[in-house]
Protein backbone atom coordinates (compact mmCIF):
# COMPACT_ATOMS: atom_id res chain seq x y z
CA UNK A 1 0.00 0.00 0.00
CA UNK A 2 1.41 3.16 -0.68
CA UNK A 3 2.64 5.68 2.39
CA UNK A 4 0.63 8.61 0.75
CA UNK A 5 -2.84 7.00 1.57
CA UNK A 6 -5.00 9.08 4.11
CA UNK A 7 -1.62 11.59 4.03
CA UNK A 8 -2.74 15.29 3.83
CA UNK A 9 -0.63 16.69 0.61
CA UNK A 10 -0.57 20.69 -0.46
CA UNK A 11 0.39 21.04 -3.49
CA UNK A 12 1.01 25.31 -4.60
CA UNK A 13 0.93 26.02 -8.33
CA UNK A 14 -1.44 23.45 -8.34
CA UNK A 15 -3.70 24.83 -10.95
CA UNK A 16 -2.76 23.87 -13.73
CA UNK A 17 0.65 22.29 -15.20
CA UNK A 18 3.15 20.08 -13.64
CA UNK A 19 1.29 21.80 -10.06
CA UNK A 20 -1.81 20.25 -11.41
CA UNK A 21 -0.54 16.73 -12.57
CA UNK A 22 1.01 16.11 -9.25
CA UNK A 23 -2.33 17.37 -7.47
CA UNK A 24 -3.68 14.62 -9.65
CA UNK A 25 -1.58 11.65 -9.18
CA UNK A 26 -1.19 11.95 -5.85
CA UNK A 27 -5.11 11.80 -5.09
CA UNK A 28 -4.85 8.89 -7.46
CA UNK A 29 -2.26 7.15 -4.57
CA UNK A 30 -4.94 7.91 -1.87
CA UNK A 31 -3.73 11.06 -0.38
CA UNK A 32 -5.95 14.21 0.27
CA UNK A 33 -4.39 17.12 -1.65
CA UNK A 34 -4.98 20.94 -1.32
CA UNK A 35 -5.01 22.76 -4.05
CA UNK A 36 -3.30 25.98 -4.04
CA UNK A 37 -3.23 28.92 -6.91
CA UNK A 38 -4.56 32.28 -7.12
CA UNK A 39 -6.91 31.26 -9.54
CA UNK A 40 -10.21 29.84 -8.58
CA UNK A 41 -11.40 28.71 -11.35
CA UNK A 42 -8.49 26.43 -12.07
CA UNK A 43 -7.94 25.16 -8.95
CA UNK A 44 -12.02 24.60 -8.71
CA UNK A 45 -11.43 22.36 -11.71
CA UNK A 46 -8.37 20.18 -10.60
CA UNK A 47 -10.45 19.78 -7.32
CA UNK A 48 -13.68 18.95 -9.86
CA UNK A 49 -11.02 16.01 -11.35
CA UNK A 50 -9.94 14.63 -7.76
CA UNK A 51 -13.14 14.06 -6.72
CA UNK A 52 -14.75 13.22 -9.44
CA UNK A 53 -12.31 10.05 -9.50
CA UNK A 54 -13.32 9.58 -6.13
CA UNK A 55 -10.90 11.35 -3.94
CA UNK A 56 -10.37 14.03 -1.58
CA UNK A 57 -9.47 17.57 -2.93
CA UNK A 58 -9.34 20.86 -1.31
CA UNK A 59 -9.13 23.86 -3.20
CA UNK A 60 -7.48 27.17 -1.47
CA UNK A 61 -6.98 30.60 -3.40
CA UNK A 62 -3.87 31.92 -2.45
CA UNK A 63 -1.32 34.56 -3.56
CA UNK A 64 2.39 33.71 -2.47
CA UNK A 65 3.78 37.25 -3.05
CA UNK A 66 3.48 37.67 1.09
CA UNK A 67 4.43 35.23 4.15
CA UNK A 68 0.94 36.36 5.79
CA UNK A 69 -0.79 34.62 2.44
CA UNK A 70 1.61 31.72 3.00
CA UNK A 71 1.05 31.09 7.19
CA UNK A 72 -2.70 31.46 6.22
CA UNK A 73 -2.71 28.75 3.72
CA UNK A 74 -1.28 26.60 6.10
CA UNK A 75 -3.48 26.92 8.20
CA UNK A 76 -6.74 26.78 6.30
CA UNK A 77 -5.32 23.49 4.89
CA UNK A 78 -4.85 22.27 8.41
CA UNK A 79 -8.11 23.70 9.79
CA UNK A 80 -9.93 21.86 6.45
CA UNK A 81 -7.98 18.29 6.31
CA UNK A 82 -5.21 17.67 9.23
CA UNK A 83 -1.87 18.18 9.79
CA UNK A 84 -0.13 18.00 6.36
CA UNK A 85 2.37 15.34 5.60
CA UNK A 86 3.78 16.30 2.28
CA UNK A 87 4.46 19.88 0.64
CA UNK A 88 4.82 20.31 -2.74
CA UNK A 89 6.20 23.68 -3.41
CA UNK A 90 5.46 24.15 -7.25
CA UNK A 91 4.31 27.88 -7.36
CA UNK A 92 7.13 29.95 -9.24
CA UNK A 93 7.16 33.28 -11.23
CA UNK A 94 9.33 33.42 -14.23
CA UNK A 95 9.50 36.97 -14.74
CA UNK A 96 10.66 40.04 -14.12
CA UNK A 97 13.09 39.61 -17.31
CA UNK A 98 15.93 42.10 -18.11
CA UNK A 99 19.68 43.31 -17.30
CA UNK A 100 20.19 43.12 -13.22
CA UNK A 101 20.92 46.85 -13.47
CA UNK A 102 17.63 47.47 -15.22
CA UNK A 103 15.43 45.52 -13.03
CA UNK A 104 12.72 46.76 -11.20
CA UNK A 105 13.67 46.04 -7.08
CA UNK A 106 9.69 45.27 -6.14
CA UNK A 107 9.57 42.81 -9.29
CA UNK A 108 12.79 41.15 -8.11
CA UNK A 109 11.96 40.66 -3.90
CA UNK A 110 8.49 39.37 -5.48
CA UNK A 111 9.69 36.33 -7.53
CA UNK A 112 12.11 35.90 -4.91
CA UNK A 113 9.30 35.92 -2.39
CA UNK A 114 7.25 33.23 -4.57
CA UNK A 115 10.46 30.95 -5.97
CA UNK A 116 12.24 31.05 -2.36
CA UNK A 117 10.87 32.77 0.83
CA UNK A 118 7.26 31.11 0.32
CA UNK A 119 8.64 27.60 0.20
CA UNK A 120 11.01 28.48 3.40
CA UNK A 121 7.72 30.11 5.02
CA UNK A 122 5.51 27.22 4.18
CA UNK A 123 8.39 24.60 5.02
CA UNK A 124 9.08 26.52 8.17
CA UNK A 125 5.37 25.98 9.32
CA UNK A 126 4.75 22.50 8.32
CA UNK A 127 7.78 20.71 9.84
CA UNK A 128 6.86 20.98 14.16
CA UNK A 129 3.76 19.03 13.02
CA UNK A 130 6.18 16.34 10.75
CA UNK A 131 8.66 16.42 13.44
CA UNK A 132 5.99 15.58 15.85
CA UNK A 133 4.78 12.40 13.69
CA UNK A 134 7.58 11.18 12.50
CA UNK A 135 7.24 11.25 9.12
CA UNK A 136 6.84 13.88 6.13
CA UNK A 137 7.90 14.98 2.67
CA UNK A 138 9.32 18.56 1.29
CA UNK A 139 9.56 18.42 -2.14
CA UNK A 140 10.98 21.33 -3.89
CA UNK A 141 10.57 22.30 -7.75
CA UNK A 142 13.26 23.87 -9.13
CA UNK A 143 15.06 24.44 -12.44
CA UNK A 144 18.22 23.43 -14.27
CA UNK A 145 18.53 27.34 -14.33
CA UNK A 146 19.93 26.93 -10.83
CA UNK A 147 22.87 26.04 -12.36
CA UNK A 148 22.84 27.17 -15.45
CA UNK A 149 21.69 31.20 -15.54
CA UNK A 150 19.17 32.04 -17.65
CA UNK A 151 19.99 35.41 -19.83
CA UNK A 152 17.99 38.11 -18.71
CA UNK A 153 16.18 35.95 -15.95
CA UNK A 154 18.36 36.77 -13.40
CA UNK A 155 15.40 36.43 -10.57
CA UNK A 156 14.12 33.00 -11.71
CA UNK A 157 17.78 31.64 -11.70
CA UNK A 158 18.91 32.99 -8.56
CA UNK A 159 16.20 32.31 -6.56
CA UNK A 160 15.62 28.60 -7.69
CA UNK A 161 19.35 28.46 -7.04
CA UNK A 162 18.47 29.24 -3.41
CA UNK A 163 15.90 26.73 -3.25
CA UNK A 164 18.53 23.88 -4.28
CA UNK A 165 20.87 25.19 -1.08
CA UNK A 166 17.67 25.60 0.99
CA UNK A 167 16.51 21.71 -0.17
CA UNK A 168 20.11 20.89 1.00
CA UNK A 169 20.05 22.52 4.01
CA UNK A 170 16.75 20.68 5.14
CA UNK A 171 18.30 17.61 3.60
CA UNK A 172 21.33 17.69 6.63
CA UNK A 173 18.76 19.17 9.81
CA UNK A 174 15.99 16.71 8.84
CA UNK A 175 18.55 13.42 8.74
CA UNK A 176 17.45 10.50 11.04
CA UNK A 177 14.07 11.83 11.34
CA UNK A 178 11.71 10.90 9.32
CA UNK A 179 10.96 13.68 7.27
CA UNK A 180 12.98 14.48 3.87
CA UNK A 181 13.04 17.36 2.00
CA UNK A 182 14.05 16.41 -1.67
CA UNK A 183 14.48 19.25 -4.99
CA UNK A 184 13.37 17.96 -8.58
CA UNK A 185 14.56 19.49 -11.83
CA UNK A 186 11.20 18.76 -14.01
CA UNK A 187 12.96 19.41 -17.33
CA UNK A 188 11.30 21.49 -20.19
CA UNK A 189 7.77 21.00 -19.84
CA UNK A 190 4.84 21.91 -22.24
CA UNK A 191 3.21 24.59 -19.29
CA UNK A 192 1.94 28.01 -19.34
CA UNK A 193 5.19 29.05 -18.40
CA UNK A 194 6.94 27.85 -21.38
CA UNK A 195 4.52 29.58 -24.00
CA UNK A 196 5.07 32.61 -21.69
CA UNK A 197 8.51 32.95 -22.71
CA UNK A 198 8.25 32.13 -26.15
CA UNK A 199 5.73 35.11 -26.80
CA UNK A 200 8.31 37.38 -25.15
CA UNK A 201 10.31 39.37 -27.64
CA UNK A 202 13.91 38.66 -27.72
CA UNK A 203 15.06 41.95 -26.91
CA UNK A 204 13.38 41.13 -23.52
CA UNK A 205 14.29 38.04 -22.51
CA UNK A 206 17.43 37.66 -24.62
CA UNK A 207 18.42 36.15 -27.80
CA UNK A 208 19.92 33.03 -26.44
CA UNK A 209 16.69 32.19 -24.32
CA UNK A 210 14.00 33.29 -26.74
CA UNK A 211 15.80 30.69 -29.35
CA UNK A 212 16.63 28.18 -27.09
CA UNK A 213 12.46 27.91 -25.43
CA UNK A 214 11.55 28.13 -29.22
CA UNK A 215 14.21 25.51 -30.28
CA UNK A 216 12.37 22.98 -27.61
CA UNK A 217 8.81 23.60 -28.82
CA UNK A 218 10.21 23.39 -32.74
CA UNK A 219 12.27 19.92 -31.93
CA UNK A 220 8.99 18.43 -29.80
CA UNK A 221 10.89 18.18 -26.69
CA UNK A 222 8.39 19.52 -24.24
CA UNK A 223 7.39 16.93 -22.31
CA UNK A 224 4.11 16.39 -20.90
CA UNK A 225 3.50 17.50 -17.33
CA UNK A 226 1.93 14.37 -16.15
CA UNK A 227 5.71 12.36 -16.50
CA UNK A 228 7.21 15.01 -13.83
CA UNK A 229 3.87 14.86 -11.76
CA UNK A 230 4.27 11.16 -11.84
CA UNK A 231 7.99 11.60 -10.45
CA UNK A 232 7.18 14.22 -7.71
CA UNK A 233 4.19 11.66 -6.20
CA UNK A 234 6.43 8.54 -6.74
CA UNK A 235 9.53 10.41 -4.68
CA UNK A 236 7.00 11.62 -1.97
CA UNK A 237 5.85 7.76 -1.22
CA UNK A 238 9.97 7.08 -1.72
CA UNK A 239 12.16 6.06 1.25
CA UNK A 240 12.80 9.62 2.90
CA UNK A 241 16.49 8.85 3.97
CA UNK A 242 17.44 7.65 0.36
CA UNK A 243 16.56 10.83 -1.23
CA UNK A 244 16.55 13.72 1.19
CA UNK A 245 18.74 17.13 0.73
CA UNK A 246 18.71 15.51 -2.90
CA UNK A 247 18.75 17.30 -6.50
CA UNK A 248 16.52 14.50 -8.68
CA UNK A 249 17.12 15.64 -12.44
CA UNK A 250 13.99 14.14 -14.36
CA UNK A 251 16.57 13.50 -17.55
CA UNK A 252 19.06 11.52 -15.03
CA UNK A 253 19.48 7.98 -14.71
CA UNK A 254 17.62 7.50 -10.82
CA UNK A 255 14.70 9.61 -11.79
CA UNK A 256 14.29 7.16 -15.02
CA UNK A 257 14.60 4.41 -12.78
CA UNK A 258 11.62 5.44 -10.73
CA UNK A 259 9.60 6.49 -13.65
CA UNK A 260 10.35 2.75 -15.61
CA UNK A 261 9.39 1.22 -11.79
CA UNK A 262 12.62 -0.01 -11.22
CA UNK A 263 13.32 2.01 -8.45
Known sequence: MSELVGKVALVTGGGRGIGRATALELARQGAQVAVAARSKAEIDAAVAEIQQAGGTGLAVQADLSNSA???KLIEDVQSALGPIGVLVNNAAAIGPFGATWELSGDEW???????????????????PGMLKL??????????????????????YSVSKAGLDMLTRQLGLELEGTGVAAICVYPGVVDTVMQTAIREQ??????????????????????????RPGRLIAALADADGARFSGQIVDIYGDEAKAILDGKS
Not at 145 to 155: D, F, I, K, V, Y
Not at 204 to 210: E, Y
Open 69 to 71: AAL
Open 109 to 127: ERAHWINLVAPFRLSQAVL
Open 134 to 155: GWGRIINISSGAARTPLENAGP
Open 201 to 226: PAEIVGTSVAERFQGFYNSGSLQNPE
